[in-house]
Every structure is written in structure tokens, then in C-alpha cells.
């Protein structure tokens, strides 16, 4: 896994680019506005300092949340694979997720508040798990004011999660209202938003030109106009694009394999109907991101968002389902399949860049993960089911057994 993890998002690390080094920068001193916490907390940390923030703080502070945010993401699924009991097919599922494009755009991501929102919804929900709502409802809240993508990112695995727990046990009205606390933090955001000056984004700029480091190229259109334009507003910038964005057949292919993975792996691992409540709120959970279609360009980048969120919903029945028995074969050379097509394929990357490795060099660097997958499959449980029990008309009696199910 730490091999996969690292491999992977070499392939598309870098510094922070400009657009996301203005975002520390904006704070709560010009009102509240939308992702102003984090520059809040640098400008109150650096004045406590006497200092002023510099270019080379936000690489620190950048390069460790994502440190600390791939910290995560192994504690994720070391939890995950661990509830599954260690099973093979779960663990190649895994090893598809640390390879899937995801993780390669996380990394070219370094110096957003992305890695931030993940990190905190894992914090919620690991929270939620342990009964503890409000506080889970807390972090879910700072998730939104830290960028509120985190709306349609994080806040659906958590009523997801929210509803898995509830199920058998005796309603609450106090855990019933802590989900409406990151909503009501969110409304608020909107009606800050609506009712800013229309000075505030040359305010903004104002402030940002202080900084030398910071100047804009030539026509760019800095952070301050995403920050203070209203949804409605963005939304008519980018109307009659959703249609193209979410029917995109390149990141369709890119990321569905990833996905199928990983919900297959909760589907085969937990009593789940193909046609459900259950499999239509999973269904809804993961593609609520792509909603975001509608007021942003950054498609590759909103399309990964559906592969996390499958994490979540895995995560969520691993602590919260009643597994059953499982482990197919078919399901693991399937999983075998999408880790050497995630090492074949190539993400799209943001500013013109391109993945770091050519197609050669990717396959010799995945090529330890490729072995050590290959080797669980063979030697699986569920391999060894098959070559001993080959399929037949019979082939659901119990091994040793030769009564036909005519006989009986």
C-alpha cells in the first residue's frame, strides 16, 4: 500500500501553484466569506509570530497537510481491510483505490484546500462511529468553511454513515439536528456571499498585490472573483456545460473502473439488493459531486471526487454493516485488471502538465505492486475454493458430498 500510495502520487506532485497559494491568503478581516478559515488561522498564527506570511510557509504548510493527508488515506485503509478480516479481495481493492486517478490528482493538487476536506471528513466520520454526532457534526462544519465543496464531498457519505447508524436504534431528536449544523453553516455562507459589497473583490486583489510573490500572469483571473461571485452567478457562467462535463467518455473511463472496484467490493461483502434503497442512496452518495458541473470547469478533478466517496461508503459498511461471507475470484482478477489499468492510464492533469512518467516507466515503478497483487490473488482463499471446487451442476453441495440435488 505505501508503495502504491507513494508511486502514485509522485506521478503528479508538485509545489502549490499560484491560484492556490492566494487562497491562504484570503481571511475573515475583509467579512465572512467563503474559504476564509484557513487564512484566518495562518494570519492570527504569523501575528501571534510577529512575522509576515511568506511563499515558502505555504509550501511547508501545503507539502504537510499532504503528507498528513496520505497518512490518512493508509489509516483508512489499513482500518478497512482490517474489518474485512484481512480478506484478499478487499486488499486488492485497496491497492486499486492508492493506484486510481484520485490519488495522482491529490497530489498535483498540493496547496488546495482539497486534501484539507478529506482529511476532516475522515476525522467526522471516524467521530460518527464512535457515537460521538455532535462533535462529528462540528468537523463537518469547519469541512465546509474550509472550502464549501465540502458540501457535496464530504456531507454525503456522512448522512450516509448518519443513517447506517440509526438504523435499530431509538430516534434521538439531539442527533437528528446535528446534521442541520454544517447546513445552516453553509446558508449562511450563501447570504454572506449575497449580501457582500461589490467592492470586496478589489479589496481582495488590493490586499493579494501586497505580496510579490503573488502577482497574477498577464489576463489571469485571480482567486478573489471565485471567492465573492454568488453561486447563481456562477452558475450562468457556466451554464450548457454540465451536459458535456458529466457525459465526458475519457473521465467516464478513467474513473469507473476504480469505482466498480470498490462498490463491488461492498456489494459482495454486505447484503446489499442490486435494486434497493440501500444501493440507490450508495449510487446517489458517490455521484453527488458531480453536480458541481454546473458552476465549475475542473472536470478531471471533480470526476476523482466520486472514487473517494466510494471509499467512504465502503468505509461506512465496514464499521456499521453486517458482513457475510465472501471472496470471489472473478472479483479479484477484476481488481488485478483495474491496478494495471491505472498504471497504463493517464490523468489529466491541471496548468498544461502531464503525468510525470511515461507509460514504461509507470509499469516498472507499479511493478512490486502488480507482483504482490498477482501473488494475493493466486494464493486467496477464494482461488483456492475454485481449483478445489471447480463450477458444476453441483458445485454449491458441500465439499466430499455425492448426492446430485435430484437425489435429494
Known sequence: MLWTLAVTSLRGARLPNDFSKEHWFIDYRFGFVKRGLIGTVVWLTTAVARARPSERLIQVLSVGMFLLFCAALVWLCLRIVRRSGWASGPALALLVFLSSPFVVMSAHLIGYYDNIVIVLTIVSLALLFRDRIWAA?????????????????????????????????????????????????????????????????????????????????????????????????????????????????????????????????VFEAFPIGAISVDSLLILGTCLVPEAMHVMAWDTARIWSYTIIDAMFVWWAYAELGTARESGSQWMEFFCLIVLLVNAIAATPLMDGLRDRFDVTTRLLLYAPALAAASSIAISSPSAARERDCPRSAGSDLPRGSTTSPTQT
Do not use: C, K
Request: avoid cysteine.
Open 137 to 265: 457534526a462540528i468537523v463537518q462544519t469547519i469541512s465546509i468553511l474550509v472550502h464549501e465543496n465540502a458540501l457535496l464531498i464530504g456531507f454525503p457519505p456522512f448522512i450516509l454513515a448518519w443513517r447506517l447508524q440509526r438504523i435499530g436504534r431509538p430516534a434521538s431528536r439531539q442527533s437528528a439536528l446535528a446534521p442541520l449544523v454544517p447546513l445552516a453553516a453553509f446558508a449562511t455562507l450563501v447570504l454572506a456571499q449575497a449580501a457582500a459589497p461589490h467592492s470586496l473583490e478589489r479589496s481582495l486583489n488590493g490586499y493579494l498585490s501586497t505580496y510579490p510573490f503573488l502577482a497574477p500572469a498577464i489576463g489571469a483571473v485571480r482567486v478573489p472573483h471565485w471567492i465573492t461571485i454568488t453561486f447563481y452567478d456562477s452558475y450562468t457562467l457556466h451554464q450548457g456545460h454540465f451536459q458535456e462535463r458529466l457525459m465526458s467518455q475519457p473521465l467516464i473511463t478513467l474513473v469507473l473502473p476504480t469505482v466498480l472496484a470498490i462498490l463491488g467490493s
